[in-house]
């Protein structure tokens, strides 16, 4: 019993000692910390309302954790969504970036190029975000079997990894939103000034 709470807190320790290189890499190794800037900038028009979004998707991932902890069938279909949707974001930047490349004559060329500097912002920030969802996937496939339920411990482990998954799975929905949004003002104004 004392190895699994010392191999959950390792676990764990690493957990945040890979996210802090992922956010403080100085060398551009990882360049997570300038997905996320680039992809905040996008709403700093609006930072409130997307704070607030995004603080209502927490406590419904949160509620969602604790009403219904995820299974190892839910893991595997999540995986295999977020693998999915991973290979169509990659095969997606190289589109955008080809409009992007595109020559625009118009009055509204800078709002063009700025739509598609941001759709790949998002894009980008997707794939990130798709990468961590599959690795607190494949952590918790790990832990699942593990955990007894009738120790307080792994369960508090067992909502907040359900609750994370959750709460990643509702940004990457809620960012196609966005991505559909900005691909149809793209494709419209193609159309338009083409």
Same mark, same amino acid.
């Given at each position: 019993?004392?190895?699994?709470?010392?191999?959950?807190?390792?676990?764990?320790?690493?957990?945040?000692?890979?996210?802090?290189?992922?956010?403080?890499?100085?060398?551009?190794?990882?360049?997570?910390?300038?997905?996320?800037?680039?992809? &905040?900038?996008?709403?700093?028009?609006?930072?409130?309302?997307?704070?607030?979004?995004?603080?209502?998707?927490?406590?419904? &991932?949160?509620?969602?954790?604790?009403?219904?902890?995820?299974? &190892?069938?839910?893991?595997?279909?999540?995986?295999?969504?977020? &693998?999915?949707?991973?290979?169509?974001?990659?095969?997606?930047?190289?589109?955008?970036?080809?409009?992007?490349?595109?020559?625009?004559?118009?009055?509204?060329?800078?709002?063009?190029?700025?739509?598609?500097?941001?759709?790949?912002?998002?894009?980008?920030?997707?794939?990130?975000?798709?990468?961590?969802?599959?690795?607190?996937?494949?952590?918790?496939?790990?832990?699942?079997?593990?955990?007894?339920?009738?120790?307080?411990?792994?369960?508090?482990?067992?909502?907040?990894?359900?609750?994370?998954?959750?709460?990643?799975?509702?940004?990457?929905?809620?960012?196609?939103?966005?991505?559909?949004?900005?691909?149809?003002?793209?494709?419209?104004?193609?159309?338009?000034?083409?």
């Amino acid at each position: 019993m004392v190895i699994k709470i010392v191999a959950t807190i390792v676990a764990m320790l690493c957990i945040v000692i890979f996210g802090c290189f992922l956010i403080c890499d100085k060398d551009g190794y990882f360049d997570a910390k300038k997905i996320i800037v680039n992809y &905040s900038n996008i709403f700093s028009k609006s930072k409130l309302k997307v704070r607030t979004i995004y603080a209502v998707l927490l406590i419904l &991932s949160v509620s969602i954790g604790i009403v219904e902890t995820i299974n &190892s069938d839910l893991i595997e279909s999540v995986t295999l969504i977020v &693998s999915v949707l991973s290979g169509v974001f990659l095969a997606f930047l190289p589109v955008v970036m080809d409009l992007k490349n595109k020559e625009i004559k118009s009055i509204k060329e800078d709002v063009y190029k700025n739509t598609c500097k941001e759709t790949n912002s998002v894009l980008i920030f997707e794939l990130l975000i798709s990468i961590i969802e599959l690795f607190f996937c494949f952590v918790y496939m790990f832990l699942y079997p593990k955990i007894n339920l009738d120790d307080k411990t792994y369960t508090v482990v067992l909502i907040t990894f359900s609750s994370v998954i959750y709460y990643l799975m509702f940004i990457i929905l809620l960012n196609i939103l966005f991505i559909l949004k900005r691909i149809r003002t793209l494709i419209s104004f193609q159309g338009k000034h083409t």
